[in-house]
């Protein structure tokens, strides 16, 4: 991120790779610009949120125009260092892992598994999509060596503790965890969670409790 990126706000910034996403597809297919109840429609963040989020990007959209798509690609990419490639390790090469090795972000520039590591001997000296499977013997090593800066974690959460503790000491930047456990690092680390049960848990109880044209809070 760039110093003008630090002043966004948290949630503005959590939103940016989803608009990203949705101007990238926009631009390839030929529009020019956009409104904000079109990104609305498209993205599901009331349009008064975009407005607010925009401004802070300087794009002021102007009525029965909207904004300039080709000026927000550009801010976006700048801010979101889309130019810049970011290494990123997965440890545990289970089914979820997997599954990300064989996905690996390809619609993204910027985000692409260099290097997996595990401590099956059946998975490790294997490829999966192309990525190699390393031992995890070998991680404190080949983190540091990589330039490594974050690491997608699904191993089982019984060691995802002791792996974090390494990374940190391998100079990790951040961690995508998605085991179910809460992780201690230093507070200039990063780590955002995500647990796929929590998830599915939470969307169950909202769709019980609340009816579904009422935004939760
Ligand atoms: P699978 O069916 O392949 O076991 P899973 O996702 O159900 O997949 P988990 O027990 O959650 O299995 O383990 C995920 C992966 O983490 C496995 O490939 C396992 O070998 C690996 N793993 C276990 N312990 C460690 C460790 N200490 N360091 C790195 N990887 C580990």
Redesign the pocket.
């Known amino acids: 991120m760039t110093n003008d990126a630090m002043k966004i706000p948290q949630a503005t910034a959590k939103r940016l790779p989803l608009y990203y996403r949705f101007l990238l597809n926009l631009h390839s297919s030929g529009k020019q610009r956009v409104s904000s109840a079109e990104l609305s429609e498209a993205v599901k963040v009331d349009s008064a949120t975009i407005r607010r989020d925009f401004s802070y990007f300087g794009a002021l959209g102007k009525k029965g125009y909207g904004y300039n798509v080709n000026y927000l690609l550009t801010f976006f990419r700048k801010t979101l260092d889309q130019d810049e490639l970011t290494k990123v390790a997965l440890?545990?090469?289970?089914?979820?892992?997997?599954a990300f090795l064989n996905y690996n972000f390809s619609k993204n520039n910027n985000t692409k598994i260099e290097i997996a590591?595990?401590?099956?001997p059946g998975?490790v000296g294997t490829k999966i999509g192309d990525v190699a499977v390393y031992h995890?013997d070998d991680l404190d090593k080949v983190v540091v060596e990589e330039g490594i800066q974050v690491a997608i974690l699904?191993?089982?959460s019984?060691?995802a503790q002791?792996?974090t503790d390494r990374l940190v000491q391998a100079n990790i930047k951040g961690i995508l965890n998605f085991?179910p456990a809460r992780l201690n690092v230093p507070s200039s680390i990063r780590i955002h969670h995500i647990d796929l049960a929590v998830e599915l848990q939470s969307l169950i109880y909202f769709l019980k409790h609340y009816p579904t044209d009422t935004e939760p809070t």
Do not use: E, Q, S, Y
């Open positions: 440890i545990g090469v289970g089914n979820l892992g997997t590591f595990d401590v099956d998975k995890m699904t191993v089982p019984a060691v002791p792996i085991t």
